[in-house]
């Protein structure tokens, strides 16, 4: 949605500029870039005198100059290195000891004023004063840059970094301060770290930006901006401009790692694939493996199952979801019917007398585009004084409004596909405009059909607080089940994502005196950085938890129902299922205090990815060790020790299947939980023990669970969902969703 579509379309015309880094022993068109694995294991590294002079001897002999082919040498993500290569020069390296795997890059896409207190978030009180607004803690933040003079990243108030911190800032002259503690380009399009898009820098403050009063665009939305963690540190890697290359966000993952980062924030992300052909899962177990969570955006491909990116369990898969806040505009018909929609542009001078209505699609049936509202299809047609009905798709949606406009159009209609269903977008459109679901888009086509003299107005409502049917999942939302490892459960959360207010570098409403300059987009990249500044908030108040243990805190206490206590809905407003909304909402406060937690160290990732049957190659580029499955215990997905099931029951897999779960109190040192079971239809679900009497001496215990498929559901195929739930008296209880997939 909004931005999502932009950059989208951006990637695509941009596929053919390349990395200018060659010499001249090969023709450069036939150059691109590959990401080079090698062995540091074997001890070949030992004769050469640095890391670069290693990976410049992999280079075929051919080459004059090797270390002008190549792009980065990696030392923390894992051992190799990005090189400008043609394919006959990669063959010829195969050979080479050491050597392991050479895959092309690929190019990825990039997948705020009351979020905060919508989490529960309030200035000096509760949780948010409680964690220190996460001071102390360093988020690296992936994305396109930053505009650094914005007042968000101010550092009023702000201490300094901590001591481990060792990052640059590339700005000239430096602009860095106790906020923006670090700011480095990997992007050779550019020479600077600024924000060149607006999207690194909505994503950053949105993490962690600084109290700025008076927030809002076109007066809408007004209240004091803040990220989640305010007084967190920012550190920001460039990595896109308009492409998002997978050398430099492995080059900015190395780096990271180096400078001392404690939440990695990555609103990116790209089509499923094997963990260790995944750049950002390899990078992102390194970063785990040094204390480092990952948080990710699941991607912006709903609301289609199989569509999650970043599925690995040792990164935090953020979906997103509404904010109970809305920027109104109401669509009056000429037979009294009003349809709710929103946009962000709301004029004031606006006539509330009826205009005529005309639907774009009847303009020219012989033309398929005209009901898109493309340029090329109202170039030619006469909409003086008009309001005119435009379905989505084609198109960007604020381009329609430019067509519009250009034809005479005096104010315009969105209307949703079936796909999207009720899911509606405040954007800052260029003529009086509204958008509306696809149940209201229905009503509107039917009264236009129903009449000679159809007529309509808009009514601009402002900002709109209390939604009761928020959280709801977002129909672009990516939804699972987890293509590269359906045993684990992804997303494993949502959180704010749509109509989210936020710093942009210029002015949408074309301002000349302020820097204070916000906008409103929405996609999964608007989540991810409320889960990374949450998670901050965690590390703050929580400095020895682990990052499994905080993804854990987060999953466990998830809200499951939205403010008007029902299921949590998606797009359709039916209760969404557990591949769109993972463990549920994000509850800040209440994952401060969990009760208790599902912890991971690296080497508990050993056999469960050796029990995805890769081999030990295949192991090892992701863990950078030598790893023997033949040896090291292989374990079926589900028995990783994850806060959530995934469950296949099919022609290939047992009808009872059993596997254990190890919790740690960190909670009330002496307590007692007992179990609730809510299995799913047709599935037996048999936990041993029933109770978990936890003790100072004896703060971390076992369960078992054992599932099994009954009769009824033989000869069933699709998805069916339960849940258990560790309860401690009123003060805990710590929810583990179990999703099915019957084949």
Known sequence: MGL?????????????????????STNTST??????????????????????????????????????????????????????????????????PGFISAEPERKLDMHTTHSPNFLGLNQNMGFWQGSNYGKGVIIGVLDTGIFPSHPSFSDEG?????????????????????????????NFFDGSP??????????????????????????????????????????????????CFESNILAAMDAAIEDGVDILSISLGGDSRHFYLDSIAVGAFSAMKKGILVSCSAGNDGPFNFSTSNEAPWILTVGASTIDRKIRAIALLGNNISVDGETLFQPSDFPS????LVYAGSLNTSDPDIKYCTRASLNKINLRGMIVVCELGVVAWVSKGVAVKNAGGAAMILVNPRLYANMTSSDAHVLPATHVGYADGLKIKTYINSTATPMATILFKGTIIGDERAPVVADFSSRGPNSASPGILKPDIIGPGVNILAAWPISVENKTNTNATFNIISGTSMSCPHLSGVAALLKSAHPDWSPAAIKSAIMTTADVVNLAQNPIEDERFVPASLFATGSGHVNPSRANDPGLIYDLKSEDYFPYLCGLNYTNLQVSIIVQKIVDCSVEARIPEAQLNYPSFAITFGHLQPITQTYTRTVKNVGEPVS??????????GISVLVEPTTLDFSEANPILQYQVTFTRLDSTTNNAGYIEGYLKWNSGAKYSVRTPIAVILR
């Open 194 to 243: 600024l924000d060149d898009g607006g999207h690194g820098t909505h994503t950053a403050s949105t993490a962690a930006g600084s109290f700025v009063a008076s927030a809002n665009v076109f007066g809408n939305a007004n209240g004091t901006a803040s990220g989640i963690a305010p007084l967190a540190h920012l550190a920001i890697y460039k990595v896109c401009s308009f492409i």
């Open 158 to 186: 702000m201490p300094p970094p901590p001591a481990k911190w060792k990052g640059k800032c590339e700005f000239n002259p430096t602009v860095c301060n106790n906020k923006l503690i670090g700011a480095r380009y990997l």
């Open 353 to 356: 007398t009826l205009l005529p």
């Open 31 to 96: 150059l691109e870039t590959y990401i080079i694995h090698v062995d540091v294991n074997l001890g070949f590294f030992a004769r050469f005198i640095d890391l670069e002079s290693w990976y410049t001897s992999f280079l075929p002999t051919s080459i004059s100059d090797g270390r002008k082919r190549i792009v980065y040498s990696y030392r923390n993500v894992f051992k190799g290195f990005a090189a400008r290569l043609s394919a006959d020069e990669v063959k010829a390296m195969e050979s080479s």
């Open 672 to 681: 007692s939980y007992v179990v609730e079971i809510v299995p799913p239809p």
């Open 4 to 24: 999502k579509h932009f950059f989208t379309l951006i990637c695509i015309l941009n596929f053919h500029l390349l990395h200018t880094f060659a010499d001249n």
